[in-house]
């Protein structure tokens, strides 16, 4: 499956027509069926990053420097538009801007929604961690309403 987020742009075919001296008929094909809500809601999330963030910050020891946490979360977040730009660029498409904001944009909230280093060790943040997990869940749903423009 690929990571770009599909959206209805039509192509044109040509095809011969039935008879010799007849017009060429054009018609409009879809390459692939459109992501629907689920499907961009999925392609949204930065799941590989997530993932990458959550076993190197496994990895390193309790007792780490809390900069070196978030050192690895600014470095985690920076991964995210690299490796959206590289996903939704392959084949020869232009990158899918939206979908690299948005997943840009997803990666912090991640974060804060996981929990434990680096956030962990705020106050406030261990009186209010489900903060994280709702902002989580309706920013996830309201990228999913959006559907990116064709070609874009």
């Given amino acids: 499956m690929s990571r770009r987020i599909i959206t209805s742009t039509p192509t044109v075919t040509r095809s011969a027509g039935p008879a010799i001296g007849k017009e060429p008929s054009i018609q409009m ?10 499907g961009r809601l999925i392609k949204y999330i930065p799941a590989e990053i997530v993932a990458l963030f959550i076993a190197v910050r496994g990895i390193i020891p309790s007792n780490a420097p809390a900069a070196l946490m978030w050192w ?3 470095l985690s977040w920076l991964l995210v538009p690299l490796y959206f730009w590289i996903a939704t660029t392959r084949d020869g498409e232009p990158p ?15 974060v804060f929604a ?9 106050t406030w943040y261990q009186a209010h961690s489900y903060i994280g997990s709702v902002l989580l869940i ?7 309403w959006l559907e990116p423009k064709p070609g874009s």
Avoid: H, N
């Fill in 96 to 110: 899918m801007y939206r979908q690299i904001l948005f997943g840009s944009v997803a990666f912090p909230v991640w």
């Fill in 138 to 144: 309706f920013l996830t749903v309201v990228f999913g």
């Fill in 114 to 122: 996981i929990g434990g280093p680096p956030t962990a060790q705020w």
């Fill in 72 to 74: 690895i979360a600014v």
């Fill in 29 to 38: 094909a879809s390459q692939a069926t459109p992501d629907d809500f689920l």
